[in-house]
């Protein structure tokens, strides 16, 4: 079911940054723990970083840790993330997706995303 929508997806150089938004129409995302996840071609769906929707305590996957950072603006109703520093390796469809409880696993999620497509190259 999508309720969500990502954007700013794009090409980037190497050791460039990009800022994802993620929206929900239909509901309020501040009652929501909302997480990043990326799935690269031929590779399975990963968890990058999840903020917690009770104190928005912030977690992330080692491979982005120090690079990509995850902030929520209530009043926008958005969540964002942050891209520094990117790799080829970050090239995938980036998805974000909303649910009860912070976690990295995306068989605990029922909301997501269409993705949107980040490219790193040169």
């Known amino acids: 079911q999508l309720a969500l929508a ?19 129409p239909r509901f309020t995302l501040d009652y929501a723990s909302i997480a990043w996840f990326r799935q690269a071609p031929g590779k ?5 970083g999840v903020i917690d929707r009770t104190d928005d305590q912030t977690y992330y996957a080692e491979s982005v ?4 950072t995850i902030s ?3 009043a926008k ?14 090239t995938a469809v980036y998805y974000c997706a909303a649910g009860p409880h912070p976690s990295l696993a995306s068989p605990l999620y029922h909301y997501w995303g269409q993705g949107t497509q980040v490219t790193v190259s040169s």
């Open 72 to 74: 929520r603006d209530n």
């Open 6 to 24: 990502e954007s700013g997806g794009g090409l980037v150089q190497p050791g460039g940054s990009l800022r994802l938004s993620c929206i929900a």
């Open 65 to 68: 840790k120090g690079r990509f």
């Open 77 to 90: 109703n958005t969540v964002y993330l942050q891209m520094n520093s990117l790799k080829p390796e970050d």
């Open 44 to 48: 399975e769906r990963e968890g990058i």
